[in-house]
Nanobody
Framework: QFRLVESGGGLVQPGGSLRLSCTASGVTLEDYAIGWFRQAPGKEREGVLCISHHGGTTTYIDSVKGRFTISRDSAKNTVYLQMNSLKAEDTAVYYC????????????????????WGQGTQLTVSS
């Protein structure tokens, strides 16, 4: 079965950095477009970044441009989300998921188009 597991979350001070991991089992992750999403309390789940089968990337939230980077290590079957210059507004549960319909990133993130959600990992940015 297609399984995704997120890890790496924690408590970080504003301005700090953290790297989240999304590791797949049962499939070869590089065959899919994988997106990182986040959901803060009381808010909708939103797409953050996506990496395609061919390694192209798309950023969906303007506020993370220049601060967040998505990458893939095929040997480890893992997609990463590197987060720098963290702000309190980044506090959320972060999820990874695959595009259910195509192996490239859509122009706009749409939660119903993604699936195989992991359990999520909590990021808290606070002093």
């Amino acid at each position: 079965q297609f399984r995704l597991v997120e890890s790496g979350g924690g408590l970080v001070q504003p301005g700090g950095s953290l790297r989240l991991s999304c590791t797949a089992s049962g499939v070869t992750l590089e065959d899919y477009a994988i997106g990182w999403f986040r959901q803060a309390p009381g808010k909708e789940r939103e797409g953050v970044l996506c990496i395609s089968h061919h390694g192209g990337t798309t950023t969906y939230i303007d506020s993370v441009k220049g601060r967040f980077t998505i990458s893939r290590d095929s040997a480890k079957n893992t997609v990463y989300l590197q987060m720098n210059s963290l702000k309190a507004e980044d506090t959320a549960v972060y999820y990874c998921a695959r595009n259910l319909y195509e192996n490239f990133c859509p122009y706009r993130a749409s939660t119903p188009d993604f699936g195989s959600w992991g359990q999520g990992t909590q990021l808290t940015v606070s002093s």
